[in-house]
């Protein structure tokens, strides 16, 4: 099936660090990537909506200059935690649509802020 | 925008028993219903998903029904096992290219 591989796995970082996290489509085209962020025993939250060459789409109460998302082509999405703090510590997980369903989902990223 | 509610938020059965978990969803416009188990630390695993022309579907031991009037959709799964424990999430979607929306999920507790 379709594969999104999403890095880095796990990432532990001082407070005031920016942290870039990639997705990238491996055998199909992402016309569309979904950012979601997932504290601990909730539910996934969606953050942002990016479409190839387009700017992204943030949902109410996500900052755009926080959270930066580059989509610049079909394979490749980044989501950039900048000045990142405690707070920011969280389960980031992207998900790549063609266009059709499902969405698939890459493995997670464990972002912890000290 | 869409909003998906989700019942109970845990749920804990003895292995054998089934399992039913219910989802209610606001936009009419909606028309995609997947269902997904997610272990702890790891990406959500898609196991049944169904569409709004379609009122119920089956795999072997998991299935799901729709009810579009109601605007609710329901999982269950029956004989259920210890691996089954997990967190499971119902999601909805107008359309293919736009975001799924979760619910808030059910901690399933199978017991031997």
Redesign the interface.
């Known amino acids: 099936g379709a594969v999104v591989s999403q890095h880095p796995s796990r990432v532990i970082c001082k407070s005031g660090t920016s942290v870039k996290i990639e997705c990238r489509s491996l055998d199909f085209q992402a016309?569309?990537m979904?950012w979601y962020r997932q504290f601990p025993k909730?539910?996934?939250?969606?953050m942002a909506?990016s479409n190839e060459g387009s700017k992204a789409t943030y949902e109410q109460g996500v900052e755009k200059d926080k959270f930066l998302i580059n989509h610049a082509s079909l394979t490749l999405s980044t989501l950039t935690v900048t000045s990142a703090h405690p707070e920011d510590s969280s389960?980031y997980?992207c998900?790549g649509?063609d266009?059709?369903?499902?969405?698939h989902?890459?493995?997670?990223t464990?972002l912890s802020i000290l | 925008g869409e909003n998906v509610e989700q019942h109970p938020s845990t749920l804990s059965v003895q292995e054998g028993d089934s399992a039913v978990i219910k989802c209610t969803y606001s936009d009419s416009a909606s028309n995609?219903f997947?269902w997904y188990k997610q272990e702890l630390?790891?990406?959500?695993q898609?196991i049944i998903?169904i569409r709004s022309n379609v009122g119920e579907k089956k795999d072997q031991r998991i299935a799901v029904t729709l009810n579009k009037t109601a605007k609710h959709f329901s999982l269950h799964i029956t004989e259920t096992q210890p691996e089954d424990s997990a967190v499971y999430?119902c999601a909805a979607?107008d359309q293919?290219?736009?975001?799924?929306?979760?619910?808030?999920?059910t901690t399933l507790s199978v017991s031997s």
């Open positions: 016309t569309t979904f909730q539910s996934l939250m969606l909506t389960f997980i998900s649509g266009g059709r369903q499902p969405q989902f890459g493995d997670g464990r | 995609y997947p630390g790891k990406r959500p898609l998903d999430f979607r293919a290219g736009t975001a799924l929306i979760f619910g808030k999920g």
